[in-house]
């Protein structure tokens, strides 16, 4: 027969650590504080260090005004003698002057002044230098200026003619002026309607009236200057015919005049 199994062996915890009380932990730290109070007491003790004796230590003394270098610090140790420069015996004492005493025979002759002779030069200087003063003159006189007047004259001094319509801006070639009118009163301006090839030839030339003036203003001698002068005009070449006016202002001379 087999034998039973023998049962497995049990294993007991291991027992807690001993705790330290309050008792150990107030032990323990009044041990501390007598441990630190007795290395204070024996290590604490104040000991004076002796005291060593002094060598070689400068002195200062106070200098008299009869030392060296107080001397040295007047500022005219070289710029006059001094009494300790020189022995006692070279040093003497300039004896003193009496002051020698005149007795005058006669009291003394005091000069006499002239008062009309007081002031002769100068006013003999200021009669032969006569000295101009200039006038006092604070603020300068005004300068009078005449302002500049352009004068236009109200009428026209030269006939003159103009393009209207279409010929406004067209080119004219030749130089034509228009000459004065020989008349004693003012006269109607003269309007040419006129046609212009596109050579630039007037082909057509006719008076106009725009009624702005009555017949008696125009003057016949004029108004054939000014289709004599416009059928002499030449424009310059264009694409087609073009028709526009021009307008003749005439400047009058009259027939009495010098």
């Keep these: 027969m087999n034998a039973a199994p023998a049962e497995p062996p049990v294993f007991a915890p291991p ?3 001993a705790s330290w009380g309050w008792k150990k932990f107030l032990l323990v730290f009044l041990l501390a504080v007598a441990a630190h109070l007795a290395f204070v007491f024996l290590f604490g003790a104040k000991k004076t260090p002796p005291r060593r004796t002094v060598k070689n230590v400068p002195v200062f003394h106070l200098a008299d005004n009869a030392s060296e270098l107080v001397r040295l610090t007047d500022p005219t140790l070289f710029a006059r003698p001094h ?4 022995p006692a015996g070279l040093m003497s004492v300039t004896p003193a002057l009496a002051a020698t005493e005149f007795h005058w025979t006669e009291a003394p002759p005091f000069l ?7 002031g002769a030069a100068f006013r003999a200087f ?7 003063t200039p006038p006092l003159r604070f603020k300068p006189e005004p300068q009078l200026a ?4 352009n004068l236009d004259p109200g009428l026209p001094q030269n006939s003159s003619w103009s393009l209207a319509g279409a010929l406004a801006g067209r080119r004219v070639l030749n130089d ?3 000459p004065s009118q020989s008349v004693n009163d003012v006269i109607a301006p ?3 309607q006129l046609l212009v090839s596109p050579d630039g030839d007037v082909v057509s030339a006719v008076l106009v009236d725009d009624g702005e003036y009555a017949a008696t ?7 054939q200057t000014a289709l004599a002068l416009t059928r002499t005009l030449r424009f310059a070449p264009a694409d087609q015919l073009a028709f526009g006016e021009i307008i003749f202002n005439w400047h009058t001379v009259p027939t009495n005049a010098p």
């Design 15 to 17: 027992p807690p650590a």
């Design 83 to 86: 009494a300790e420069d020189f």
């Design 112 to 118: 006499t002044n002239d008062v009309q002779s007081l």
């Design 126 to 132: 200021m009669q032969t230098n006569q000295l101009e």
């Design 146 to 149: 005449a302002p500049a007047i």
């Design 176 to 178: 034509v002026s228009a």
């Design 190 to 192: 003269s309007r040419v």
């Design 217 to 223: 203003d125009h003057y016949a001698p004029a108004d």
